[in-house]
């Protein structure tokens, strides 16, 4: 059964009407509604059955960390802190900490990004640095530092990225000393039979109630031995799709003309499509250019870099283009739900969205006096202010913003936030299908008890 969502979240029809008479006066800068046409079609049965694989912690190395370990609703589809612990952490969230019994090697080295409308048609660039695209001269329409040939049967970029958190060492693989997915992660051996994959495939294959849904619902897929890694990654991508669509914010009431916002959150409006320049980056209905900017966003943790390299610091879309002038750059992120979605910055180096606004209108500047108790980092034996102890990559850092700053008084700010706020969509922070109280495999479901 293919969904457009419209009759689910019951938008009136009128409701998708542009009327005029409701609009700002900036209303010819705004971006047109967002419509249903807008997503990727969903099949209900495939997401509701990868909304059980997104909770289910059996796609881990060591079986205890799922994909909402790191994307939690109640957390805005994040975690909550600057630089993740995975695998070797206990708890959710702020909590989550080291297991004294299974120490991870390092911290996550960028921010667990949101998961809000990843099903529209137009995101086809994922990750910070945007390693996996959708490129129609690849064989299989995808582009991505792991090499074309393991991309078969990856409907969408989205499923595609499931690929990097399980082969992750930090995230899901665990160590080579502690599984069998790891070692092989570890020798390189992903693709093929007893590969990684398919080694987490058997793990599913093997659970009854994953079997017969895979079966029943995929006609390629006869016996539970059929059952691949990518047939469990195109079911996670068809749950994120559907579960975390964002469309009906107080911000798409005024897009569709239906309603207005408050006299703050008007000016916060006015700003942003304005003197504050903010939708020169943050623009369409979605709020991002899909593009790289080098924003001097503050580096913690323990940077991202080859093994090899000896340095902290994160080249951002550098390692992906190896162009000089995209170094420090990184993708424009969504400001869906944003108020929601902190720490922000590819690593999450602010937990407060005010002062990363202030910090933002003059990122250069800001650099130099960036407060480090912004930053939400589990406790962890880590040099995670390295890079900014270095003057000299410091300067590098701020001398590759081209942007010009904006000036923005505190009421500025103040009013964008508020703004901002317009953004929070409350049917797609409540999810759609919801969080499962159990899964198939019996594994404890991760789950959040108090946000702070």
Not at 137 to 144: E, S, V, Y
Not at 310 to 326: I, L, P
Not at 441 to 449: H, I, K, N, Q, R
């Amino acid at each position: 059964m293919k969904l457009t969502l419209a009759s689910h979240m019951k938008i009136p029809s009128a409701a998708l009407l542009f009327t005029t008479s409701l609009m700002p006066a900036l209303a010819q800068d705004l971006p047109s509604p967002v419509t249903d046409q807008s997503y990727v079609a969903v099949d209900l049965l495939e997401a509701q059955l990868g909304q059980l694989l997104f909770y289910d912690p059996i796609l881990s190395g060591n079986r205890d960390v799922a994909c909402v370990t790191c994307h939690h609703p109640k957390l805005g589809t994040s975690d909550g802190v600057s630089l993740s612990l995975g695998d070797g952490g206990i708890g959710m969230g702020p909590s989550r900490h080291v297991d004294p019994n299974n120490v991870p090697e390092e911290r996550i080295p960028r921010n667990a990004t949101g998961l809000f409308n990843l099903g529209a048609k137009e995101f086809t660039t994922l990750f910070h640095d945007g390693r996996l695209e959708a490129d129609s001269n690849q064989p299989n329409g995808i582009r991505t530092p792991m090499g074309s040939d393991m991309l078969d049967g990856f409907v969408s970029v989205l499923s595609a990225q499931t690929m990097f958190p399980v082969l992750s060492r930090d995230e899901m693989a665990g160590s080579h000393r502690e599984n069998d997915i790891a070692r092989n992660v570890r020798q390189g051996i992903i693709t093929g039979k007893g590969g990684a994959w398919d080694l987490l495939a058997r793990r599913v294959a093997d659970i009854p109630e994953y079997a017969d849904g895979f079966v029943a619902l995929f006609p390629h897929i006869n016996t539970p031995d059929d059952i691949a890694f990518t047939d469990i990654s195109n079911a996670i991508a068809a749950f994120v799709s559907y579960e975390w669509r964002s469309d009906t914010a107080p911000f798409d009431a005024v897009l569709r003309g239906t309603d207005t916002l408050d006299a703050q959150a008007q000016t916060g409006l006015d700003l942003f499509y304005g003197k504050g320049a903010c939708a020169t980056c943050h623009s369409g209905p979605f709020l991002t250019d899909h593009a790289f900017h080098a924003m001097a966003a503050p580096q913690i943790g323990p940077g991202k870099s080859a093994t090899f390299e000896d340095h902290t610091r994160d080249d951002g879309r550098f390692r992906v283009t190896g162009r000089e002038q995209d170094r420090y750059a990184f993708r424009t992120p969504s400001l869906r739900n944003v108020a929601l979605t902190g720490p922000y910055g590819h690593a999450g180096a602010h937990r407060d969205l005010a002062q990363f606004v202030a910090d933002h209108s003059d990122p250069a500047q800001s650099l130099a006096h960036y407060d480090r108790t912004q930053a939400i980092v589990p406790d962890f034996e880590s040099d995670d202010f390295k890079v900014l102890d270095d003057p000299e990559q410091v300067a590098a850092i701020a001398a590759a913003v081209t942007s010009p700053p904006a000036s923005l008084s505190a009421d500025d700010v103040a009013a964008i936030v508020a703004f901002l706020h317009s953004l929070t969509d409350p049917i797609s922070i409540t999810g759609r299908l919801g969080s499962p109280v159990s899964v198939p495999s019996g594994l404890a479901v991760p789950t959040v008890d108090t946000v702070d």
